[in-house]
T-cell receptor, first 109, second 115 residues
Framework: RKEVEQDPGPFNVPEGATVAFNCTYS??????FFWYRQDCRKEPKLLMS???SGNEDGRFTAQLNRASQYISLLIRDSKLSDSATYLC??????????FGTGTRLTIIP | SAVISQKPSRDICQRGTSLTIQCQVD?????MFWYRQQPGQSLTLIAT?????????ESGFVIDKFPISRPNLTFSTLTVSNMSPEDSSIYLC????????????FGPGTRLLVL
């Protein structure tokens, strides 16, 4: 089983819709969780950290479920500019990020 | 967040040669890392670049193939040695700002094609 797993997609979603992705992790000792966004031929950019209490930044909401060992990302009122690959990343407190393979999202006009 | 630059941004190299990639940060950072992202794949950590000591390599990566330098808190290099077409990839450096925060920011990457 991979350490961090994501549905690769692609998710094709109409503009304005709500979309959600999950990311599961296998190491129960994982401590820090992140969502990154990667545009085509660009480097990953940090979208948000994921806290135990969940966190929200505008249209984006991230949640952590430790019992089931997954994190989620919800995007509301999706925009064309949200089209990208979304990578989840996890550390076990050793400062080493383990990335999922990413979920490709395309917002359709 | 810190501003990170990498040189070169891309290169095409012949097999058997070596390429050194530079990563420069505009502020002092504690942790620097080197990743590889092969076509269509996610990021894989190559090594942690330690200032003043040898890099710490992940399983599957060795110093002879990927020597790393970290002479100070703002600069690191990764060399891809004796290249083969399988080394064609994007190589990214990242930095962690603040001790123990575990939030990493990435440089723009170096796109390498080995013929």
């Amino acid at each position: 089983r991979k350490e961090v797993e994501q549905d690769p997609g692609p998710f094709n979603v109409p503009e304005g819709a709500t979309v959600a992705f999950n990311c599961t992790y296998s190491n129960s000792a994982s401590q820090s969780f992140f969502w990154y966004r990667q545009d085509c031929r660009k480097e990953p950019k940090l979208l948000m950290s994921v806290y135990s209490s969940g966190n929200e930044d505008g249209r984006f909401t991230a949640q952590l479920n430790r019992a089931s060992q997954y994190i989620s990302l919800l995007i509301r009122d999706s925009k064309l500019s949200d089209s990208a690959t979304y990578l989840c990343a996890v550390t076990a407190g050793n400062e080493k990020l383990t990335f999922g393979t990413g979920t490709r999202l395309t917002i359709i006009p | 967040s810190a501003v990170i630059s990498q040189k070169p941004s891309r290169d095409i190299c012949q097999r058997g040669t070596s390429l050194t990639i530079q990563c420069q940060v505009d502020s002092q950072v504690t942790m620097m890392f080197w990743y590889r992202q092969q076509p269509g794949q996610s990021l894989t950590l190559i090594a942690t670049a330690n200032q003043g000591s040898e890099a710490t390599y992940e399983s599957g990566f060795v110093i002879d193939k990927f020597p790393i330098s970290r002479p100070n808190l703002t600069f690191s290099t990764l060399t891809v040695s004796n290249m083969s077409p399988e080394d064609s990839s994007i190589y990214l450096c990242s930095v962690e700002e603040g001790w123990g925060q575990e939030t990493q920011y990435f440089g723009p990457g170096t796109r390498l094609l080995v013929l």
